[in-house]
């Protein structure tokens, strides 16, 4: 069975480096307030990609300042969770001018993803959802519970989530 989920994952390499640069073009500064728009857009595309992969119950929080999203795949209560956390917010790219490339047009240079976020964050959940996702197509299922919470306030102290943790404890801790 792993060596299938292993295989789709070679095969399907080049679609996933797509998936990721497509969420890399989001310029989704969360420090600069006139980048709200930015946040919001990169948030309802990851929120979508959970979707497209088979994630359950996937949800967009908006209460909170910039939107939470919340997803899992329950299997049997009874099993292990594994909780993903991720954010979908970056820094500033400043100074631009020493950049080799744009920061928000991925470029590939010698084998590594360069874009503003291919590090920290969004090549980190990228990897666990395309892991997650080749499971979960050539199986139909996981073989242990996943929630996964991926915010837009990560760099700026993600106050949200704080509050949002505080109020939905339930979701998060046993």
């Known amino acids: 069975m792993i060596d299938s ?23 989704s500064i969360s420090t600069l307030p006139h980048h709200g728009s930015d946040v919001i857009d990169c948030a309802e595309f990851v929120s979508n990609h959970l979707t497209h992969i088979g994630l359950q119950h996937v949800t967009l929080i908006n209460d909170y300042g910039a939107p939470i999203i919340y997803a899992d795949y329950i299997v049997n209560d009874s099993l292990p969770t594994l909780l993903i956390y991720g954010h979908y917010d970056v820094q500033p790219a400043d100074p631009v001018e020493l950049w080799d490339s744009p ?4 470029t590939i240079s010698n084998g590594y993803i360069v874009a503003r976020g291919a590090s920290d964050n969004k090549g980190m959940f990228y990897a666990y959802l395309k892991a997650i996702q080749s499971y979960l197509t050539t199986t139909g299922s996981l ?32």
């Open 5 to 27: 989920v292993l295989n789709y994952a070679s095969n399907n390499f080049d679609s996933f480096v797509t998936d990721l640069s497509d969420c890399l073009q989001f310029p």
């Open 103 to 106: 920061p928000f047009e991925p």
């Open 143 to 174: 073989p242990i519970n996943i929630k996964v919470c991926i915010e837009g306030e990560e760099e700026i102290g993600s106050n949200g989530l704080m509050q949002y943790l505080s109020d939905n404890p339930s979701l998060f801790f046993l």
